[in-house]
């Protein structure tokens, strides 16, 4: 687990980086870092897409955070990093082919998607931004609809297919031939 000083340097390291913003297993629970400050939402209006589809990014990696500790965490994306560069992959791709990451990339995508689409910002803004805190499961009379949630998950679905099509193309062919190689040599 990091601490809060050092997770600050390492979030400025990524912003060095280009990264908009990055989150990370902290000693007190985890913590998300952005470049700027990110508003989503004025009042029960959704202000900015692009920052609403970014915070969204980052709640998957908080997610995945809770779903296996967040030692486990670093440790599988440093090494899934260093393995994609290991096998030949330009250095956006190998980071944007990190599990974790074509995971959160495919939710933001599908966010933006979206919410690009019909009346659908009004609806997630309803859903998202005008909760009922008493009943967080319900929501103060706009109801989103169900349409709404499906339209999402098959976004997001396609979004998962897109990335990992993405991330298949993005290994060099000559990369992919001497791995086959290598595990038809190791069953053989
Ligand atoms: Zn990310």
Redesign the pocket.
């Known amino acids: 687990m990091i601490s809060g000083e050092y997770a600050a340097r390492i979030a400025q390291l990524a912003f060095d980086n280009d990264?908009d913003?990055?989150?990370l297993p902290g000693v007190f629970g985890t913590m998300v870092f952005a470049r700027s400050p990110l508003r989503p939402c004025a009042g029960f209006q959704i202000r900015s897409t692009m920052d609403f589809a970014l915070v969204g990014?980052?709640l998957?990696?908080a997610l995945q955070i809770n779903r296996i500790t967040g030692a486990r965490f670093l440790a599988q994306y440093l090494a899934e990093y260093g393995y994609n560069i290991t096998i030949g992959m330009a250095p956006k791709a190998a980071y944007e082919c990190?599990s974790?990451?074509v995971e959160?990339?495919a939710f933001?995508h599908a966010l933006e998607q979206i919410m690009a689409r019909g009346n659908n910002k009004a609806l997630f803004a309803g859903a998202c931004c005008d909760l009922d805190l008493n009943s967080p499961f319900t929501n103060s009379g706009r109801n989103p609809t169900k349409a709404l949630a499906d339209e999402f998950a098959a976004e997001f679905k396609k979004q998962l297919a897109i990335a990992q099509l993405k991330c298949k193309a993005a290994v060099p062919p000559s990369t992919t031939i001497r791995i086959l190689q290598m595990i038809r040599r190791i069953t053989e």
């Open positions: 990264a913003a990055i989150t990014h980052e998957v990696h990190i974790f990451e959160a990339f933001q």
